[in-house]
């Protein structure tokens, strides 16, 4: 397949994967018809690869069964939203190869990993706002002496003491007889947005996201995870 129809391919669910992470960040809701435009699109896609004799049946089908197998599960758990499991199985579809980059896994495998690594840098910059604050002798676990060293240490990666909630935050505590504790739970509506001051709150950026950044990075730089491999 020539890398400028790869390239089109990869810009045209570009646009439906951005679409759909700006919506979900505004209104924390992604609309049916963002998927549904982008399976259209996808049809005359798969006419010109059959016709062209590029269609690898095989890899798509490899590709959409492992996107289903992956997501699926990680939907069922409160990981992955239905907007999510949809992306990923159209990106399987969209990119079930991808032979101008050197990959350990299938390109759905590949953007899942990436996204899934990305996302980590929330996990780091949590801890350091945490050991920043720490140093600064501030008192970040006040109000919070019920709770277990190691529930505090994790609440440490998860999130972070706001005196001030602004941006994208989730609560990461409730009232438990009549004491505050950690919430760790990821079942929480996504909707649920924090307010008010001095609040443990974790960072709550649609997944959809880090998706799309994954599939970006996947395209310009490669598989972070064969990335990883070569430094070794």
Known sequence: MD???TSMKFLVFLGFLSFASIQDVRSRYISDIIWIIAGIFLIPILF????????????TILSVTLAVAIAYPL???GFLGGADVFAIVLLALYMPTLE???????????VIANASILSL???????????????????????????????????????HRSEEVKG??????????GRRCFNFSIGRASSDFARGSDIWVTPALPFIVYITAGYIFLFLIGDLLHLFKSFN
């Open 3 to 5: 890398l400028d129809f």
């Open 48 to 59: 010109f690869e059959v016709i062209t004799g590029s269609f690898n049946l095989f890899a």
């Open 75 to 77: 939907s069922r758990i």
């Open 100 to 110: 101008s980059k050197k990959l350990l896994a299938l390109p759905v495998v590949a």
């Open 121 to 159: 840098t929330e996990i780091c910059v949590n801890f350091s706002r945490n050991v920043s604050m720490l140093l600064q002798s501030k008192n970040i676990f006040h109000g919070f002496e019920g709770e277990t060293m190691h529930r505090k240490i994790l609440a440490m990666f998860l999130g």
């Open 168 to 177: 994208l935050f989730l609560p990461m505590e409730r009232i438990d007889n």
